[in-house]
């Protein structure tokens, strides 16, 4: 009997606890346009890849008042890539100054994407307008895609090599954004940049030059580093698990013990009293 006593207690308290955290918890998608390059060391031609699609799920913990903001994490699915001008041809300009009209190789690949997020923020409008800041530690796992030569017109798909390329990437990310709060649901507009640190290809230390592959890989060196970056623009929608709202909302700092101190300038001031003789 005692130990149904026990379980129940523990079963009503656990209740009681999630139903209160669900206040602080909301759960949204996202989805939206970026654009992706690759930083390439030795430093190469490049120029920036338009048109990546990115989707994906969010969750969020909005903190009690005596911290700042959200904590959280996504799951994203995100087109990047990069063009390297792999070759030019030359002409003269006028002035005699030399022209490079370059030919750009493309790549395109998927990511799922994993970013870590704090997100500081303040309400605004009667907490109607919500204003973000965010950064992020992200981790990635790439697959699929194709190539695309723009002067030649062949186009296939990727293929992936464990001795070449990296399919585990991390970074960092930073961004910011707004979101309008009506009812339990909140619509609003992202800006995220995505700043690569792992190699998308192993560097010329382990894997030197494109000898034994096809037209997959346009480097005859491949290079010593190869981050890849993406800024995205998405739109997100959100959902609050209680209707109440969250409780900074209703948060009102303790107001401080001010008790009245009369201070008199003659008494502190003046000498103390000698006895007569």
Known sequence: MKKIVLKTLFLALAIGFASS??????????????????????????KMLMGGTNFGLSW????LPRFVGAVGIDLEYMQRGFSYGYSYSLS??????EIRDYSYYTRRLNSIMLPIIWQPHVYLAKNHLRLYLEAALTFSYNFGGDYEYDDTGVKDSYNWRLERDNRWNYGLAGGGGFALLFGRYELGVRARYYF?????MRNMNKYYDNATDGL???????????????INLS?????????????????????????DKEFRFQQSTSAPSVPSR
């Open 21 to 46: 955290a669900s206040a602080q918890h909301t759960f949204g998608v996202s989805g939206g346009m970026g654009a992706a390059t690759a930083r390439f060391y030795p430093q190469q031609e490049m």
């Open 60 to 63: 969020r913990y909005y903190s």
């Open 92 to 97: 003269t300009s006028p002035k005699g100054e």
């Open 196 to 200: 690569g640190y792992a190699d998308l």
């Open 216 to 230: 997959e890989n346009p480097f005859n060196q491949t290079p010593m580093r190869s981050p890849i970056d993406n």
């Open 235 to 259: 739109i997100t929608l959100a959902y609050r698990f209680n209707k109440e709202g969250f409780q900074e909302w209703f948060h009102k700092p303790a107001k401080r013990d001010r008790s």
